[in-house]
């Protein structure tokens, strides 16, 4: 007998942030697979008899390889067991979901999705910045940072970004290390160094820190404050209304 392979959004930290549907899967579960940035009262609701295996990935020091945590998938799931695969956030922005997915379809081995709040919405609004607001900002853009923009296989297009910020709130995921190379890029494609940005550490949980500032001078604010990952970047002018009233978390 075959079993099923789930992968669950665990949400951006805040425990309460996960799907009634997705708690109902990491319930059931025979195995879970999960990551680092999964908030670990989550674990709490798993059966005590079930399997759990941690795929944390820490930056540097990866625990176990993309390759392997396919396979662990296959190889569970094939052995007729429900198997939830809990990630950060949400399974399809940049979470790797596809990959694993895909692994499972070349397996034949049946999976489901249930998407999950991303971090790239709810830590802003945790912070009191929208990603949308009419008049100011009416679009948004989710980018990742994790490239050294200095490499020459660099595969972002930082003009498409400047045009993206005219239209509304550009959010960098991954980016915190390469802040400052990724700021003077889009200041040098026609981004203005005034526009508000600010930087939010584990956002939506206790420990979320936010550090303020504008694109020119918000690199060097990270460095003064310590700054760590997970963290995520919001440029736009919609960082404004945190402090025009919308700064509700910290409260
Ligand atoms: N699939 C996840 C993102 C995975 S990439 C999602 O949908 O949220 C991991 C990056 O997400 C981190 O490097 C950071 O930029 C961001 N991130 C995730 N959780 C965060 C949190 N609680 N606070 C700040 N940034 C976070």
């Known amino acids: 007998m075959t079993g099923k392979v789930i992968l669950v959004g665990a949400g951006p930290g805040d425990p309460g942030l996960i799907t009634v549907k997705g708690l109902d ?31 944390g990935k820490l930056p540097q020091k990866h625990r176990l390889d993309q390759a392997e945590i396919n396979a662990l998938l296959i190889d569970r799931a094939g052995q007729g067991k429900l198997v939830v695969r809990l990630k950060g956030g949400d399974p399809f922005v940049f979470g790797r979901g596809g990959e694993e997915g895909l692994a499972c379809h070349a397996a034949g081995i049946p999976f489901e999705i249930i998407p999950g709040v991303t971090s790239a919405i709810a830590v802003p609004a945790y912070a009191g910045v929208p990603v949308t ?57 026609g981004v203005n160094a005034d526009t508000p940005a600010l930087c939010i550490e584990w956002g939506t949980t206790e420990q979320q820190r936010v550090v303020e500032g504008t694109l020119g001078t918000l690199a060097q604010q990270i460095a003064q404050s310590g700054l760590q990952p997970p963290a995520l970047t919001v440029i736009g002018e919609t960082v404004r209304l945190r402090s025009a009233g919308l700064n509700w978390f910290e409260k």
Do not use: N
């Open 133 to 189: 607001h009419r008049q100011i900002a009416s679009a948004f853009t989710v980018f990742t940072g994790h490239e050294d923009p200095s490499k020459p296989e660099s595969s972002i297009d930082y003009d498409a970004l400047a045009a993206a910020a005219r239209l509304g709130t550009l959010v960098l995921l991954m980016g915190v290390s390469h802040l400052s190379e990724i700021a003077s890029r889009l200041i040098a494609a």
């Open 25 to 55: 899967a990491l319930r059931k579960a025979d195995v879970v697979v999960y990551d680092r940035l999964v908030a670990p009262q989550l674990l709490d609701e798993i059966r005590s008899d079930a399997e759990r295996i941690d795929a």
